[in-house]
Nanobody, 127 residues
């Protein structure tokens, strides 16, 4: 089990950028799959991006080319760089992890692949 704490959310105008961070603690037995999910009001939670312990990644089609997931294994931090933000990106963003797997399960956006979740950080994009 790993503890996850997100930060970096906020309010931004459309076209702007934010970088989310997720600090992981409590697990020191190697690298593992991590991901970002989001949930907009009235909608189901959906996968945004995932990255394996070795750095292989996937992004949802809705954010591909605008968002980039990355990680710093030495610091145990997961990032999500969000550029060209759109109003449709407004949501609560959650960090997730699966310490049982270095490679992310398939499909990567399945929430069942992740056992540990953070509390979320709000991103609000205005036009």
């Amino acid at each position: 089990q790993v503890r996850l704490v997100e930060s970096g959310g906020g309010s931004v105008q459309a076209g702007g950028s934010l970088r989310l961070s997720c600090a992981a603690s409590g697990y020191t037995h190697g690298t593992y799959c991590m991901g970002w999910f989001r949930q907009a009001p009235g909608k189901e939670r959906e996968g945004v991006a995932a990255i394996s312990g070795q750095g292989g990644f996937d992004h949802a089609s809705a954010v591909k080319g605008r968002f980039t997931i990355s990680r710093d294994n030495a610091k145990n931090i997961l990032y999500l760089q969000m550029n060209s933000l759109e109003r449709e990106d407004t949501a609560m963003y959650y960090c997730a992890a699966n310490v049982a797997r270095d490679a992310c399960g398939r499909p990567w956006y399945s929430q069942g692949n992740f056992a540990d979740w953070g509390q979320g950080t709000q991103v609000t994009v205005s036009s």
